[in-house]
């Protein structure tokens, strides 16, 4: 049975911005868990080829090479004029820009978007849009309740093996891998796979039902795209960036108990470190929201240890994750009329520092697992070392248990050759290394505000990932004077206004702020007046 429409969630806290370490390794231990791995999508039970499905559809189809090389068909149906819990966006609006969204992950992704009014019409869209569901391998429905639109989908979609319908009509059905679904109850968003002639196959789904559920009512753009990945992933072809995240048997058992024995056991030992097991384990290891909420409630030196041993050492995953190249963002090219130099790009970074007691403080962000934690302070500052540069995020973490706690964390940053305004940064967090690409999308003339976009991998922990800082001196959104501007920076970027997740900058009592002694700040731009914005020295 469909979705009835889920409550809006607010986000919780999730793990530190310095994004990102992962829980996988700890996952492999498999506490309380299945004998097998879940979210395995390796058994050919579970999917439905691209080719039978056209097939099926009566489409004619041509012989394919490689899986991998398949085009995966979606299909997008929303109710006309609905809609969305993300700041109001109509739903029209936020599946067009996942088209988008779904490029950067894999050019053979096809979605296309049409409002249910097209159920009633004759024209030539009309006509394209049957086409277009003939051969496709997955049906999204969101937003539709209008009786006759509900009834139209009953008799046109039966040939679709994958239908998931999200805030619909209860009269449509979910389907995953050809089987239908039946919702069992309110707090039910999927439910149990209706279909015992497919039996053996429903524990396996059920992972994928359990990954997509959560996803979903946690509504953000990331976690929408992650939703269609994760079905694409276990019913069409593989997801390379959703492979292999979980144990690899013996060969990683092997690996572990071989390099790793006293960390392991210290592991079991603390309380803090099997807490965090235990809720890893409870987690996709493809959802990094989840994964990394349970990090940040439970972090400690024993798992930091424990990662450091299993991940960053031995890699007994063997993962290598890369940094997205998509999309592509350009640093600003000029700052106050002048072209933009590598001394100026630092000086944007440290900000108001030495004004004040930060750089900056973050005023949104959008990534929903790393840029919405509470009280977010960014210290940027030059080493006693020539050349060094630094950067060290302070947040605040509220944790599954409920208290909030303090973070703090310690990047290395290295100027690219070119252009200028983009930067290298790594960091050892939690045992793991993350790199990432930065860039100075765009400042203010007065520091009044800054937008800084990051794409990065932790590389042995399989996680890559993207997103956008907004930052001003007081935490405070830019005023309207400066929207049009910041709009263009953020579509630069590939992000819309409406993605982005504002911080809680208050209460922040007794922030551990505070640089090393002998560290340098400007190097170009003085800061005069550490009460007005429009105080600073030209450069």
Same mark, same amino acid.
């Given at each position: 049975?469909?979705?009835?429409?889920?409550?809006?969630?607010?986000?919780?806290?999730?793990?530190?911005?310095?994004?990102?370490?992962?829980?996988?390794?700890?996952?492999?231990?498999?506490?309380?868990?299945?004998?097998?791995?879940?979210?395995?999508?390796?058994?050919?039970?579970?999917?439905?080829?691209?080719?039978? /499905?056209?097939?099926?559809?009566?489409?004619?189809?041509?012989?394919?090479?490689?899986?991998?090389?398949?085009?995966?068909?979606?299909?997008?149906?929303?109710?006309?004029?609905?809609?969305?819990?993300?700041?109001?966006?109509?739903?029209?609006?936020?599946?067009?820009?996942?088209?988008?969204?779904?490029?950067?992950?894999?050019?053979?992704?096809?979605?296309?978007?049409?409002?249910? !009014?097209?159920?009633?019409?004759?024209?030539?869209?009309?006509?394209?849009?049957?086409?277009?569901?003939?051969?496709?391998?997955?049906?999204?429905?969101?937003?539709?309740?209008?009786?006759?639109?509900?009834?139209?989908?009953?008799?046109?979609?039966?040939?679709?093996?994958?239908?998931?319908?999200?805030?619909?009509?209860?009269?449509?059905?979910?389907?995953?891998?050809?089987?239908?679904?039946?919702?069992? &109850?309110?707090?039910?968003?999927?439910?149990?796979?209706?279909?015992?002639?497919?039996?053996?196959?429903?524990?396996?789904?059920?992972?994928?039902?359990?990954?997509?559920?959560? $996803?979903?009512?946690?509504?953000?753009? !990331?976690?929408?795209?992650?939703?269609?990945?994760?079905?694409?992933?276990?019913?069409?072809?593989?997801?390379?960036?959703?492979?292999?995240?979980?144990?690899?048997? /013996?060969?990683?058992? %092997?690996?572990?108990?071989?390099?790793?024995?006293?960390?392991?056991?210290?592991?079991?030992?603390?309380?803090?470190?099997?807490?965090?097991?235990?809720?890893?384990?409870?987690?996709?290891?493809?959802?990094?929201?989840?994964?990394?909420?349970?990090?940040?409630?439970?972090?400690?030196?024993?798992?930091?240890?424990?990662?450091?041993?299993?991940?960053?050492?031995?890699?007994?995953?063997?993962?290598? $994750?890369?940094?997205?190249?998509?999309?592509?963002?350009?640093?600003?090219?000029?700052?106050?009329?002048?072209?933009?130099?590598?001394?100026?790009?630092?000086?944007?970074?440290?900000?108001? /520092?030495?004004?004040?007691?930060?750089?900056?403080?973050?005023?949104?962000?959008?990534?929903?697992?790393?840029?919405?934690?509470?009280?977010?302070?960014?210290?940027?500052?030059?080493?006693?070392?020539? &050349? %060094?540069?630094?950067?060290?995020?302070?947040?605040?973490?509220?944790?599954?248990?409920?208290?909030?706690?303090?973070?703090?964390?310690?990047?290395?940053?290295?100027?690219?050759?070119?252009?200028?305004?983009?930067?290298?940064?790594?960091?050892?967090?939690?045992?793991?290394?993350?790199?990432?690409?930065?860039?100075?999308?765009?400042?203010?003339?007065?520091?009044?505000?800054?937008?800084?976009?990051?794409?990065?991998?932790?590389?042995?922990?399989?996680?890559?990932?993207? &997103?956008?800082?907004?930052?001003?001196?007081?935490?405070?959104?830019?005023?309207?004077?400066?929207?049009?501007?910041?709009?263009?920076?953020?579509?630069?970027?590939?992000?819309?206004?409406?993605?982005?997740?504002?911080?809680?900058?208050?209460?922040?009592?007794?922030?551990?702020?505070?640089?090393?002694?002998?560290?340098?700040?400007?190097?170009?731009?003085?800061?005069?007046?550490?009460?007005?914005?429009?105080?600073?020295?030209?450069?």
């Amino acid at each position: 049975m469909a979705l009835e429409a889920p409550l809006l969630h607010k986000p919780a806290t999730r793990f530190s911005p310095n994004r990102r370490v992962t829980a996988t390794a700890a996952a492999s231990l498999q506490l309380h868990r299945a004998p097998h791995p879940p979210f395995s999508f390796a058994k050919a039970t579970r999917r439905i080829p691209t080719t039978m /499905l056209a097939a099926n559809a009566g489409a004619v189809t041509e012989p394919v090479t490689s899986v991998d090389s398949t085009l995966v068909r979606i299909v997008a149906l929303v109710g006309k004029d609905s809609v969305s819990p993300l700041k109001g966006t109509p739903w029209e609006d936020v599946m067009l820009h996942t088209v988008k969204r779904l490029k950067w992950v894999d050019e053979g992704y096809e979605m296309l978007v049409f409002t249910d !009014d097209i159920c009633q019409s004759n024209d030539q869209n009309a006509v394209s849009f049957r086409m277009e569901l003939q051969r496709a391998d997955i049906l999204v429905i969101v937003a539709v309740t209008y009786q006759e639109s509900v009834e139209w989908i009953q008799t046109n979609s039966g040939n679709i093996g994958n239908i998931i319908c999200f805030d619909s009509s209860p009269e449509l059905q979910n389907k995953l891998g050809g089987s239908y679904i039946h919702r069992e &109850g309110k707090g039910d968003i999927f439910g149990k796979i209706f279909d015992t002639a497919e039996s053996k196959k429903s524990n396996e789904s059920m992972e994928v039902v359990q990954t997509v559920s959560q $996803a979903w009512e946690r509504h953000n753009s !990331d976690d929408i795209r992650f939703c269609l990945l994760v079905i694409i992933n276990g019913y069409i072809r593989p997801v390379p960036s959703l492979q292999n995240l979980r144990s690899k048997g /013996l060969s990683t058992l %092997s690996c572990m108990v071989k390099n790793c024995g006293p960390q392991i056991l210290n592991c079991l030992l603390d309380p803090n470190c099997r807490k965090a097991l235990q809720c890893l384990n409870e987690c996709s290891p493809v959802d990094q929201v989840c994964n990394y909420r349970c990090i940040a409630s439970y972090e400690s030196p024993v798992l930091e240890a424990f990662s450091l041993c299993v991940l960053q050492k031995h890699n007994c995953l063997g993962l290598d $994750a890369k940094i997205p190249d998509k999309p592509y963002v350009p640093p600003m090219v000029k700052f106050r009329g002048k072209d933009l130099c590598h001394e100026t790009a630092e000086d944007l970074f440290v900000g108001w /520092l030495g004004n004040l007691d930060w750089s900056w403080r973050v005023v949104a962000g959008q990534n929903p697992a790393y840029d919405q934690f509470p009280c977010q302070y960014q210290l940027f500052y030059r080493g006693k070392a020539k &050349g %060094s540069f630094w950067y060290e995020p302070v947040f605040q973490v509220k944790t599954l248990e409920g208290k909030m706690v303090w973070r703090r964390r310690k990047y290395r940053v290295k100027r690219n050759k070119v252009p200028a305004g983009t930067f290298q940064f790594s960091v050892l967090d939690n045992g793991v290394v993350s790199n990432e690409s930065w860039t100075i999308v765009d400042v203010a003339d007065d520091l009044s505000w800054g937008l800084f976009y990051y794409c990065g991998a932790a590389r042995v922990a399989g996680q890559s990932y993207t &997103g956008a800082v907004l930052v001003s001196p007081d935490g405070a959104y830019p005023n309207d004077v400066h929207r049009s501007r910041l709009v263009s920076a953020l579509e630069n970027c590939g992000i819309k206004e409406w993605e982005l997740f504002t911080v809680n900058n208050s209460p922040c009592a007794n922030p551990p702020l505070g640089i090393p002694e002998g560290s340098r700040l400007h190097s170009v731009i003085e800061v005069k007046d550490q009460k007005s914005m429009s105080g600073l020295a030209e450069v």
